[in-house]
């Protein structure tokens, strides 16, 4: 009792101790708002995934990201919502529009909000289009042109992976920045943003430290670690942020950390750690795939695959690992029950009498895949991932997910929720996390 009591008073010092201000502390970090343009994501033809990155980009450093929101391809939809986000932000990022087709109207509608009608060509970005223009065999014609004509008062973000390049307008006290919308376009430009909102504000320090877990629900996650989340000093901010490919990461960040800031921040993951045990896979930005590919590096071990509801996005993730093929040595994808006898070795009788989507029949995979691939573990898939082929034994969503190691073979039966895209995702992500513990335990 006495041992609690005194870390209960020495966690309590160091919060206070983290929460006063700091001496000589950075001005407060100013908010920002995301605009990404383009009707393909208003009609649900795309994924908005370039406002997560980018508010990801931005909330690392610090900076506070207070609106998100998309809007057609159309002019005054655009000047409107750069309005609207000028009201709240000092910095707008905006996404999308830059292209050289016709319903690219990012940059005319950054020049009439920015009250400019002058426009020049840049020739850094113009021998970019047109290397890239010579590499890919096309001429270079006026609209690819175009796209190096960007606003004179304007500072032009090279972009070194595409044709259009990114725009920085310092207008009325706000910085305002246009990127293209092809993600890894994007992505690559958001290296310089970040480097130059560094330079441009006097942003305050934050600690982030993220914890990777697999095999919890969010919600369940959640009630586990009630008691552990009040403890927790105010100064650390808790996040939950679920994906079916990599499960919930747990962010702990800390705002303006002093030079306490990790031993407290350590300490809230030990206890992490404590109460959660094997759901704890890895830290930042680790993957189920990542944490697997390190366990069978360090053992000197192979994998194999035999996929059949998945299609092979078990060895994608494996092989979307630099360096994969130190331990990967390929896949079956069984679609056909002749493939899962005659090339797995799959018992017919079993197949007869359980059903492709079986524990047996999954066993039955991983061992034969990890046989005719001569490798030391293997995992194996086999399910209804719809939207038809359901029944009332075995609904949409049902998987039988299957691991063979040196010692035999196990399997499990889950039943998952969402489109089919979504149940290939968390059964490949659940079928290498269950391999991940095979190893361990």
């Not at 016709?102 to 113009?126: F, G, M, N, P, V």
């Not at 304007?154 to 706000?174: I, K």
């Not at 407290?264 to 959660?276: D, F, N, S, W, Y």
């Not at 035999?306 to 896949?331: P, Q």
């Amino acid at each position: 009792m006495e041992l609690d009591k005194l870390k209960r008073h020495r966690t309590q010092a160091i919060s206070d101790m983290l929460s006063r201000p700091a001496p000589h502390a950075s001005s407060p970090a100013p908010h920002a708002s995301i605009i990404t343009v383009g009707d393909e994501i208003l009609i649900g033809q795309i994924v908005d995934s370039n406002a997560t990155y980018i508010a990801g980009q931005l909330n690392a450093i610090g900076i506070r990201v207070v609106e998100m929101r998309s809007v057609g391809d159309d002019r005054q939809a655009i000047i409107g919502a750069l309005d609207e986000a000028a009201r709240r932000a000092k910095i707008i990022v905006v996404t999308g529009g830059l292209g050289p087709t016709s319903d690219d109207l990012t940059k005319e509608a950054l020049a009439d909000y920015t009250h400019t009608d002058s426009w020049r060509i840049d020739e850094s970005s113009l021998a970019i289009i047109r290397d890239i223009t010579t590499q890919r065999g096309l001429p270079m014609n006026k609209q690819n042109r175009n796209q190096a004509l960007v606003p004179d008062h304007c500072q032009t973000l090279l972009n070194r992976t595409g044709t259009a390049p990114g725009l920085w307008f310092d207008y009325q006290e706000r910085i305002i920045i246009a990127l293209p919308g092809v993600p890894f376009e994007m992505e690559a430009l958001m290296e310089e943003v970040v480097r130059k909102l560094q330079t441009s504000f006097q942003l305050p320090p934050v600690l982030h430290r993220t914890v990777t877990t697999f095999g919890m629900p969010e919600s369940v996650l959640a009630a586990k670690l009630a008691d552990w989340e009040r403890t927790l000093p105010p100064s650390i901010r808790l996040a939950y942020l679920p994906n079916p490919l990599t499960g919930v990461r747990l962010r702990l960040s800390v705002y303006r950390p002093d030079k306490v800031a990790e031993a407290l921040v350590a300490e809230a993951i030990a206890g992490l750690r404590a109460i959660l045990g094997t759901v704890i896979y890895g830290e930042g930005d680790d993957t189920p795939a990542a944490v697997v590919g390190r366990l069978l590096r360090e053992r000197n071990a192979s994998v194999a695959v035999a996929e059949s509801c998945t299609g092979g996005r078990i060895a994608s993730l494996l092989t979307s690992v630099a360096g994969s093929s130190d331990y990967f040595k390929g896949g079956v994808v069984a679609y056909d029950n002749a493939v899962k006898t005659d090339v797995l070795q799959v018992c017919a009788d079993d197949l007869l009498a359980y059903g492709a989507v079986s524990l047996p029949v999954a066993e039955q995979m991983a061992e034969g895949v990890r046989r005719l691939l001569n490798a030391d573990y293997a995992v194996a898939t086999s399910g209804v991932a719809g939207p038809g082929g359901g029944s009332e034994q075995k609904p949409v969503g049902t998987v039988c997910i299957a691991v063979a190691t040196p010692q035999g073979a196990t399997a499990q039966r889950r039943q998952f929720t969402g489109d089919r895209a979504r149940t290939i995702d968390r059964s490949s992500a659940t079928a290498l996390n269950m391999l991940r513990l095979a190893m361990i335990t």
